[in-house]
């Protein structure tokens, strides 16, 4: 059954045309932009923003839905409109029973009031009576472990404090859908934990609806059942967590790596004191491939040279995945190289330590000069690429949960004579 | 890791309501409906708009009386004892006091009705409950204002009876007329709120406006002075100052000095009811896209 149901929702957004230019650096156009025109901004009328556009999906009863995606993909907007704070421009949503929001944190609150007095406050927003509310009381101290607090004023709360007693209240609220936008961000790792067994334990047992949304990548993979991906305002993928959750983080790191240019400031492949000349993916038998198989070595190989004498060099390289640096590894000893040579550096990355995801490269030389003058070549992103496992078309790679790497361990069992039995 | 969730249909799902959100709005009956159910509500906003009245102040809510008496107090020695304003017959400050009473409800209840949802924005655009309750109980600042001068007039009332002997106000029926005209301000500043609240939550230049509007609109009412000054035949006239015709009301109820004339009465009480019904129409039909301009 479902508890919610998103039917094509859109949001559109007026916001004021800019004045020809919003630069108001100077003395003279900040002068200028206060003695403009008055009304001037709203002749000129509204320019449409769509924050989300033509979003459906259906949440089944007691899920826990992670919504992820970049700042300003629209879901906060989402959430508003599930909440019913703003209201959609098109499109409808169906659901069942309470809705709760945590949307920010604290913001049913009055930090001039008592823990007590905000508990009740909230209680009245949610529409319950106060009676119930003071029902509920105790539970909601004790689950955010304010008892000595309680008739203090929450501005003199520590922020994990604020957070735990908005987290307490809010899912005492007896809500069949809970919107949480990023809440478990301030708290402890010990509360985190507690509130995510929490929300995990009122989905099973009372089939309470998450809508989970983080950037805690490994919170959602954890405590999610499903996953939605939003981005510029519309839903870009859905599925399993494991799923969406590495193809989001692989776009992310992509994102941030793809727009650096060689040239671009700390990433400079070629100087004063020498250049890089190509960094290239070879197999064991020296051949130049894209990916390679888990099970054999691979190596790096860079390819640089100097324009200077009496220059050492060191060669570096930065594994990553998902944006984790794996490793880093440098060549062990400075070697002096001569101007006007090409030099190769080899790195071999041994059989069964990558994982089957796909993993990026940097690449540094560092050449010393008389001892203090260093210069870094760096190209960052030299090489992308994927790894393969045994069985390319096994589709379980990637549903279980894998590691950054995945190397072969030892492993022993042993049977044990000397245990006394019973 | 992942929990598998229970099947569902030994979930118990009876005594849910389900809802529906939809770019159409709710009708009237159904947000008044709701507003009913989010009453527990009403009480927290209104203490919350009294707190903001003293907010960091020592002096607490020594504060409130002082707003109150003061401005009183002093216009009432300049208007009855300087200028020697005439008042129709009872005491300049008794008559000033009581002309003031609906008209500082109204006037200060406006303003923080105007503010309501602009001031609640962090809540607005957060949480979600019936946003009509905001410019309602944004009137409490009002009436604390107004107890308190009816508590000034009280003391005046016994001194007069005191030093002069005489009782200016007495219990008798038409005292209703005076309660009624305290209802009658309430409806009619909620009703011209709802446009501005909402209005301010766009243009912030309302609040500006109001704020050099009232004054005049002041003058315009028959405070300072009796509506005698007015000659008969324009004085059906100030019927389209709603606000006229409830302090003349007052006026009539308390101290019997006032003049009710049918013709301003009937016109001030359509007014009253147009902007109503208008404002819960207009409140309602722009709620949602002021609350994206917040």
Redesign the interface.
């Known amino acids: 059954m479902h508890s919610l149901v998103v039917e094509g929702i859109s949001k559109r957004y007026l916001v004021p045309r800019p004045l020809k230019s919003q630069r108001t650096e100077t003395r003279l156009e900040r002068l200028r932009s206060f003695f403009s025109i008055p009304l001037a901004r709203e002749l000129l009328g509204a320019q449409e923003v769509w924050a989300l556009r033509d979003v459906s999906f259906e949440v089944e009863r007691g899920t826990v839905l992670g919504v992820i995606g970049g700042n300003g993909a629209g879901k906060t907007t989402l959430l508003k409109v599930i909440s019913k704070v703003i209201a959609p421009t098109a499109g409808r949503i169906r659901g069942h029973g309470r809705v709760v929001s945590l949307l920010e944190l604290g913001a049913g609150f009055d930090d001039e009031a008592t823990a007590r007095e905000n508990i009740f406050m909230n209680a009245a927003i949610n529409g319950i009576p106060r009676s119930i509310a003071a029902e509920r009381f105790s539970d909601i101290v004790d689950f955010a472990d304010i008892q000595n607090f309680v008739d203090t004023p929450v501005m003199y709360f520590s922020s994990g404090m604020y957070l735990r007693l908005a987290f307490s209240v809010a899912i005492n609220m007896q809500p069949s859908i809970l919107l949480a936008d990023e809440i478990l961000a301030v708290g402890d790792l010990e509360f985190q934990e507690r509130c995510l067994q929490k929300v995990r334990d009122l989905a099973r047992e009372t089939g309470l609806t998450v809508l989970f949304v983080s950037h805690d990548m490994e919170a959602v993979s954890r405590i999610c059942n499903r996953v939605i991906w939003i981005k510029d305002g519309q839903l870009h993928r859905s599925g399993e967590p494991e799923d969406v959750v590495t193809e989001y983080q692989n776009a992310a790191w992509e994102m941030l790596t793809s727009g650096e240019k060689p040239e671009a400031k700390g990433s400079s492949h070629a100087g004063r004191y020498g250049e890089i000349v190509d960094v290239k993916l070879l197999s064991a038998d020296g051949r130049e491939i894209g990916s390679p198989p888990k099970w054999e070595d691979v190596y790096v190989r860079i390819r640089f040279r100097t324009y200077r004498a009496k220059t050492q060099a060191r060669c570096g390289v930065d594994l990553f995945c998902k944006g984790v640096l794996v490793l880093r590894s440098a060549q062990p000893d400075l070697i002096w190289v001569i101007p006007e040579m090409v030099y190769e550096a080899l790195v071999k990355i041994p059989a069964s330590l990558l994982s089957e995801t796909n993993y990026t490269i940097n690449v540094g030389v560092t050449l010393t000069r008389a001892e203090r003058e260093e210069h870094a070549l760096v190209v960052n992103r030299a090489l992308t690429f994927m790894v393969y496992g045994a069985d390319a078309k096994d589709a379980s790679a990637g549903k279980h949960r894998m590691g950054v790497i995945d190397p072969t361990l030892e492993w022993s069992l042993e049977k044990k004579a000397d245990v006394v039995r019973a | ?3 598998a ?2 099947p ?1 249909s030994a ?1 118990n ?1 009876s005594g ?8 159409r ?1 709710d009708g009237v009956i159904d947000k008044l409906r709701e507003l009913w ?2 009453r ?2 009403w009480w ?1 906003f209104a203490a ?1 708009a009294l ?1 903001a009245m003293y ?1 960091r102040t020592k002096l607490g809510w020594i504060w409130l009386v002082i707003r109150v008496t003061a401005p009183v107090g002093i216009s009432a020695l300049i208007f009855g004892g300087v200028l020697g304003i005439a008042s129709d017959g009872p005491p300049y400050f008794l008559f000033f006091s009581c002309g003031m009473t609906t008209w500082i409800l109204f006037e200060r209840s406006l303003l923080v009705v105007t503010r309501s949802l602009e001031r609640n924005r ?8 019936p946003r009509l309750i905001l410019p309602l109980s944004a009137v409490a600042p009002g009436l604390l204002y107004l107890a308190i001068l009816l508590i000034v007039i009280f003391f005046t009332v016994i001194y007069y009876r005191r030093y002069e002997g005489l009782w200016y106000i007495t219990l008798r029926p038409e005292l209703l007329a005076a309660v009624a005209a305290i209802l009658l301000t309430l409806v009619f500043t909620v009703s011209v709120g709802l446009w501005t609240s909402v209005l301010q939550a766009r243009y912030p230049d309302v609040r500006q406006g109001i704020r050099y509007f009232m004054p005049f609109w002041m003058y315009f009412t028959p405070i300072i002075y009796p509506l005698t000054i007015i000659p008969e035949q324009w004085r059906w006239l100030i019927g389209l100052n709603p606000m006229a015709s409830i302090v003349e009301m007052f006026k009539w109820g308390t101290l019997g000095y006032g003049h009710l004339h049918p013709t301003s009465m009937t016109i001030s009480f359509a007014m009253i009811g147009l902007t109503l019904i208008s404002g819960i129409w207009f409140f309602n039909r722009e709620e ?2 002021s ?2 301009k917040l």
Not at chain 2, 122 to 129: A, E, P, R
């Open positions: 890791m992942s929990s969730p229970e569902l979930i799902v849910e309501s389900l809802w529906l959100i939809e770019p709005r159910r989010y527990y509500l927290y919350d707190k907010r962090k809540l607005i655009t957060k949480v979600y409950f949602a896209s609350i994206d």
